[in-house]
C-alpha cells in the first residue's frame, strides 16, 4: 500500500496542480465548493481508503526456527510423518524430513507432536465486546439502519484479556466484525491476535478491506430499524442504489474535475469500493431463505459475497453456495437459541463441504476461538457418522485454508506451505483431542506462546494484579 | 421413578418364574465398562433387565439369560448415562422466544422459592432426543432469576409424560449470590445478604409458629405462605441449597449464611471455588462447574481457569462438571474433556458428570453409576466419550434403547440427498 499511496500522488500531479510530493498537501479541486487533497481525490478514485490507519504491526524478534520429528498437517493436501519444518525470514521456508539444520537455526524437538498452521477465525468480537462484558465494554453496534461508515478497528480495546487466550489456543489470525443489529454495519478489522497497545498495531498488513453485512431477524424489529425481512431487503437495495449514484456521481467528476466536487460521504464510500469489487463482503445470516434473497440482491448490484456468517441453514442450499463460490462461516453444533436458529444440524459443515463450498468453522465465541480445532473435529465427526467421507487434513482447512481465503489472505497464511508467513502451531498432540493443547505458538517467525515459559504468555493490563495473579 | 416402582411391584406381585419370559433384558457384551462406582472392567457385560440394572462384570461371571438382546460392545466404552446438573431442559425450546421459555419467573420478587418448574417440563421438547443422543440421560432442569429462582427437578430424557421422566420432583432449591441477584436486591450484596437472611428467618419463624401463622396471630412476614413453605421445608433437610456464586467471597457469602441455617449447601459456578478450595473441603460443599471456561467475564469471576475443577478435586471437594447449557447439553462430555486436559484425574471426569451431580442432587441411590438395582441408563460409546471424534453408538434410559432419532437427524435425512422432488416430500424418517 506504500508503493500505491506514493504511485497515488504522482497521478495526482498529473491531474491536478500543487501536489508537492506528500499525500498531505491541500488542492484547490475547484474555483467554489469543497476542496480536497491530492491523496483523498486519489483515494475517491482508486478506492484505497484502507490506507486510513494503516498498520502499524511490528512482530517480535524472530529466530530461524527448525520443528523436527512432528507430524506436520499442512492444510494443503498432505501429512508429513516424522516431518521438519524450517522457518527462516519470517516464512515458512522449507517442509520434508530429515532437512539439516543450517547453523543459527534454533531446534525444536517435535516428536510425538503435531504442526499445523495458525488457526483462523473468520468471526469474531474479541476485544469489542471484551471481557469482562460490562456496559462500557460493549462496541459492536451502532444505531442506525445501515452504518456502512464505521470502521471496526474504531471500537477494538486491544486489551481485552480475550486476545491472549486465542492465541494460547493456537489462533493467530481473527476477523473482528461489527453488528450485527443493522443492516450494512461496517468495516470489519482482520486482526494479528498478538496484543498490542493500538488497534493499529494488531492490523493485519495489507489485508483486503471487508464489509459487514447482516440478514434476517436482527436487524429488524428495533426503533427506527425495519419490522419485517422484506423492509431489511428494501433497505439494503435502497442503501446499495443510493451507493451507486455516489459512486457514479464521483466517477463523472473524477473523469471530468472541473465543476464542485460531489461531498465525500463515509458510509458511501465504503459501500463505493464494495460495488467496485474491492471489498470482501461477510454477511451475517442464518436462513436458507435469508441467505437466497441476499444472494439475488448481490446479483442485482453486481456484488460478491465472499462468506455468510452463521449460516445455521447453509446445508440446505450448499449446491448454491457451491455454484457462487461463496464460503460458509458456521458452528460445530449451535442451535435452538433463537428461531431463526431451530434447524440448525451438526452435519451443516460438512454437508456444505462435500458439496464443494468453502465449509469454515468459525467462532464468533470467545471460549470456542480458543479450540477452533475441536470444533473442527466436531463437525468431522458429525459428518463421517452421515457418512461423509472427510479427511483429517480436508477438516483442518475449515479452521485455516478456508477462513484464510474469507479473509482474502489465502496467498499469505492458512496452510505451511513455502513462502507463506510462518504463522505456525506446535501441539502437544492430535489437534483433533481433546487432551491437546497448544505447546507453541510462531506468529511471522516470532514465538509468541510458549506453554512452559510464563514469559512466552501474554496477559492483557487488564488482568495485572488480578485473582489470577494474587 | 415411577415407571421403575411399578415394575418392581409387578415383580413382586407375579411369582418370580413368570418373569424371564416376560422381562426385556439386554446385554452389553466386551466393552470396556467404567460404572463408576467401582473400578474399569475389560471385556466387560452389563445386564440390563425392564428398567434396571441386573448384573455389570467381566464377561465369565455375569450370565447372560438366553433370550437377552445381545449387543457386541467390544472395542467400545460402556459408562452410566450422563447427568447435567445444571440446565433448562424441557423448560426452554427457543431461548430467545419468549412464550416457549418457562424457566424464570417474570416478577420484581427477589425471593421466588415456591417457584417450581415441574408443571412447565415438555416431554415433547425437540431438545430432550438432541441431548440424550449426546450420551446425556438425566438432567436437573434448574429455574433461574431472582435471589431465589425456585425449585429444580431432576428429570431421565424419555418419558411420554413429565411423571414418566420424573427422577426427584422438587429436588433442589435454587439461589444466587452474583451481581445479578444483588440487582434484584438493592443493587448491593449486602442488600442480597439480607434479603436472603430475612427469608430464612421467617421460613424458621413460620416452621415454628404454623398454629399462629394460621390463625393471623403472627408478626408480618417478608413472603408469601408458600415461599415460606418452601424454605421451611429446605431448612428442613428435604433439598439441598443450590447457590449459583462465582467470586471467592461470594462463596464465602455462601458458606456463611448455609452455616447460620444449617442449610445443606452446594455451590454452582464456582468459577473462583479453587480459591477456596481447602474451606469447601472441610464443609464438605460439592461445587458444580463448567470446565470449559477461562474468561473474565465479569468482575465476580475474574479469577475464572480451566484447571478450576482439577483443584478442587485435588483438594478433596466433590466436583460435579455442568455444560450449563440447554441446547448444547450434549456437549457435556467435552467439558469433562476440557477437565482432563488441565489435569483432573480421568475417572474423576467420569464421576464427575455421573456420580457427582447424582449425589449432589439426591438421586445416587438410583443414577450415576452401573450397579444392579440402578436405572439402566448407559451409554455405549465408539470410543473414549471425552473424545470429540468418539460417537455414541447406544443410548439406554431405564432400560429401552432410545431410537436413532430426533428433529435433526430427520432434517439430516431430508436434505442429505437433493431429489426430483422439494424436500418437503421427504419426512426424514
Known sequence: MHVRSHFACLLAVVLLTGCAGTDSTTTSSSDTGAEYDAATIENMREGTYNDAFESSYDPPPATPTLIRDATIMTAAGKTIENGDLLMREREIDTLGTDLSAPEDVQ??????????????????????????????????????????????????????????????????????????????????????????????????????????????????????????????????????????????????????????????????????????????????????????????????????????????EAYKIRDLLAERDISASMWSNWWGFKMEAFDGIPQNVALVHEAGARAIVHSDDDLEIQRLHHEAAKALRAGREAGLDISRNEALRWVTAHPAWALGLQDRVGTLEPGKNADVVLWTGDPFSMYTKAHRVWMDGALVYDRTDPDRQPRSDFELGGPLQN | MHLRRLSLLATFLLLIPVLPATAQSTALVGGTVHPVSGPEIKDGVVLLQDDTIAAVGPREEVSIPSDARRIDASGQVVTPGLMDASTATGLVEVSAVGSTRDNALDTDDAIRAAFRVTDGINPHSVVIPVTRLGGVTTVASTPSGGAVAGQGAVIDLHGETVDEMLVRDRAALYAAFTPGAAEATGEARGGLAMRLREAFEDAQFYAEHQDDYQRGATRDLSLSRLDLEALASTLDGERPLVVRAARASDIDAALRIAEEFDLDLRIEGGEEAWKRADRLAAANVPVIVKALNNLPTDFDRLGTRFDNAARLDSAGVPVAISSFDTHNARTLRLEAGNAVRYGLARDAALRAVTLAPAEALGVADTHGSLAPGKTANVVVWSDDPFEPLTSVEHVFIGGTEMPDDSRQKRLLRRYDERGDWPPAYDDGS
Not at chain 1, 150 to 156: A, S, T
Not at chain 1, 203 to 210: Q, R, S
Not at chain 1, 214 to 234: I, L
Not at chain 1, 263 to 291: F, K
Open chain 1, 107 to 312: 531446534v525444536v524437538d517435535g516428536s510425538g507432536m503435531y504442526v499445523t498452521p495458525g488457526l483462523i477465525d473468520s468471526h469474531s468480537h474479541l476485544g469489542v465486546s471484551a471481557t469482562p462484558q460490562v456496559g462500557p465494554h460493549y462496541d459492536n453496534n451502532e444505531v442506525g439502519m445501515a452504518t456502512p461508515e464505521l470502521w471496526m478497528e474504531h471500537g477494538v480495546w486491544p486489551q481485552g484479556p480475550g486476545f491472549a487466550r486465542a492465541l494460547a489456543g493456537g489462533t493467530t489470525t481473527a476477523l473482528l466484525l461489527p453488528g450485527s443489529g443493522d443492516l450494512i454495519e461496517g468495516r470489519g478489522f482482520t486482526a494479528k491476535l498478538l496484543p498490542a497497545r493500538t488497534p493499529q498495531a494488531m492490523k493485519f498488513p495489507d489485508a483486503p478491506g471487508t464489509l459487514k453485512m447482516a440478514c434476517g431477524e436482527n436487524p429488524k424489529g428495533g426503533p427506527g430499524f425495519p419490522t419485517t425481512r422484506m423492509g431489511t431487503a428494501a433497505g439494503l437495495r435502497s442503501t446499495f442504489l443510493d451507493a451507486q449514484d455516489y459512486h457514479e456521481q464521483w466517477q463523472s467528476w473524477l473523469n471530468d474535475p472541473t465543476g464542485e466536487p460531489p461531498e465525500r460521504d463515509l458510509g458511501m464510500e465504503t459501500l463505493a469500493q464494495v460495488l467496485r469489487g474491492e471489498m470482501l463482503v461477510q454477511v451475517h445470516c442464518y436462513r436458507a431463505d435469508d441467505m437466497a434473497t441476499v444472494m439475488e440482491i448481490a446479483q442485482e448490484f453486481d456484488i460478491d459475497i465472499r462468506s455468510f456468517h452463521h449460516a445455521v
